[in-house]
């Protein structure tokens, strides 16, 4: 990945496939494979791993250090942007400051990773401290800033994990990836460039694919439909069809059928069957109780536990990752 110690040499104009490539490289890499995505976190995972010092600072942080207003360091450090990237080749350390005030969050994690974006791109050196207006042309610093603008949306937002998922309207987007409405409009445009054209569809986008495999898996979950965290993506399966007649079938010492006499499924422990509902005690039949929160098979229509409808939907669309 490029770094301080291998700066990209530029050509004019912005470089969309280094850019775009570079990112999905740094999925695969830094193993990115949840989402929305803690972008401290991220930025210390990319240290260690390349043995870097980055750090996170905020206004806040610089005021206490420094003893400088607010006010002044947002003005004279960071331009009156949302953040910006130092690079200090004396004590090798680059500081991605941000205004941690603004607002929604979404912001502050785009700004955090597109501030690192610059450092992954290679953008900044010993002669080239900070992307600011001042030190660079105009053509320069407006690439720059596209570049890791496009860093940011394909690590925050992948293109065809979101695609695979089918979350094609912007509210989605901002739901599922935790952006800005701004970042959510702009990753559904670029969604909607594939899907109206499979052409721009390729390999470096399915190599993502295995990294977010935990994510994409299809689960069920026995929750009340307002409690989903994200409830545009969610279905249910058709209950399997019951017999008109009662199946014998063996019944276990502590009371329970050995499979469901209802629809022939087997079950393994279970309170009611997965596929039809059914109580699987032969005698004093449970009933259904409040959802448990019981995570469930993909095929399955109700809870084996409780005996619940539930809702199936990917893994990554259930939890944060911090709720796992």
Not at 35 to 54: H, S
Not at 143 to 166: C, N, T, W
Request: charged share 25%; aromatic share 8%.
């Amino acid at each position: 990945m490029p770094s301080k110690t291998k700066v990209k040499k530029r050509a004019k104009g912005v470089d969309y496939g280094f850019a775009t490539q570079t990112a999905r490289d740094f999925i695969q890499l830094y193993n990115v494979d949840w989402l929305p995505i803690d972008a401290f976190e991220l930025v210390d995972k990319y240290a260690e791993a390349t043995n870097q010092n980055i750090q996170v600072k905020t206004i806040e942080d610089l005021s206490f250090e420094t003893k400088i207003d607010r006010q002044s360091l947002i003005d004279d450090v960071i331009y009156g942007e949302d953040g910006l990237v130092i690079f200090d080749s004396d004590l090798n350390l680059y500081s991605i400051v941000i205004n941690e005030k603004i607002e929604p969050f979404g912001r502050i994690r785009w700004t955090i990773v597109h501030e690192l974006g610059h450092i992954v791109l290679g953008h900044l050196s010993n002669s080239k401290t900070s992307i600011v207006k001042w030190q660079l042309t105009e053509e320069e610093y407006n690439d720059m800033e596209q570049e890791a603008h496009i860093f940011a949306g394909e690590v925050l937002s992948p293109k065809f994990i979101i695609y695979r998922i089918g979350a094609h309207s912007s509210a989605e987007i901002q739901d599922i990836c935790g952006l800005s409405i701004a970042a959510s409009d702009s990753r559904e445009n670029a969604i909607s460039e594939l899907i109206n054209d499979k052409r721009k569809m390729h390999d470096s986008m399915l190599n993502i694919i295995p990294t977010f495999s935990r994510f994409l898996e299809f689960k069920t979950i026995c929750l009340e439909k307002n409690k989903m965290r994200i409830k545009s993506r969610i279905t249910q399966n058709p209950p399997a069809e019951k017999q008109l007649s009662i199946l014998k079938v063996n019944v276990t010492s502590d009371g329970k059928y050995e499979r469901c006499p209802y629809c022939g499924n087997n079950h393994n422990a279970a309170n009611f069957c997965k596929l039809c509902g059914s109580s699987l005690f032969e005698t004093q039949p449970l009933t259904p109780s409040t959802p448990c929160g019981k995570i469930g098979d993909k095929d399955a229509s109700f809870c084996d536990h409780c005996g619940n409808i539930v809702y199936k939907t990917r893994f990554g669309l259930l939890y944060d990752k911090d709720e796992l």
